[in-house]
């Protein structure tokens, strides 16, 4: 049996398990999406949210890419985030970044190249006012502190989007987090607070940037 073979078997054995316990599984799960919170993170493979939280999939919607970026001119994400507020009606956005991030690592030691190179470009800039503060610290520390500052960074951006600017203006309830998950230890961390208001989200810009 080829490896992908095996991995439909092991779906097929997924699905006839979950139907053994709840028959109508699949029927209700057909007719209903509407996860709560919306996450972006890295598409690192230890970093499956559903997993971390400990929560079905199907109350997570999820955008994951290199590094937890968010582009407003990335129409994907952009896409995304417009859904999840316009249409799924979701109340949470977080914005999750990791320890170990190879793509935080390749900016802090100038290995990337090509589409890489691009899309991680604002995290270059970042790097910058990253070394000037932390000359004396460690590889680890330095890649810690980019992958943090990335995260704020990339709340800004998801504060700053049209539909959550929007979304806001119009009163509706929707907080934006800024998390951080160790790998090291299975944790997740806070960075920032709820975040749901356009002043907030200025107030953060301003202490950070
Ligand atoms: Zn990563």
Redesign the pocket.
Known sequence: MSELSELLSRNFAWAEKIKSRTPNFFKNLSKRHKPKYLWIG???SR?APDRLLDLPSEEIFVHRN???MVHSDDASCMSVIQYAVDHLRVDHIVVC??S?????RAVLEDQTSGPIDQWLRPLSVLKTSISERLQQASVDERSLALTELNVVKQVTNVCGSTTVKTAWEQGKKLSVHGWLFDIRTGILRDLLGEINSAEMAASIHKQYF
């Open positions: 890295c598409s690192d970093t290199i590094a937890n970044g990791h170990c991030c190879g793509g935080v």
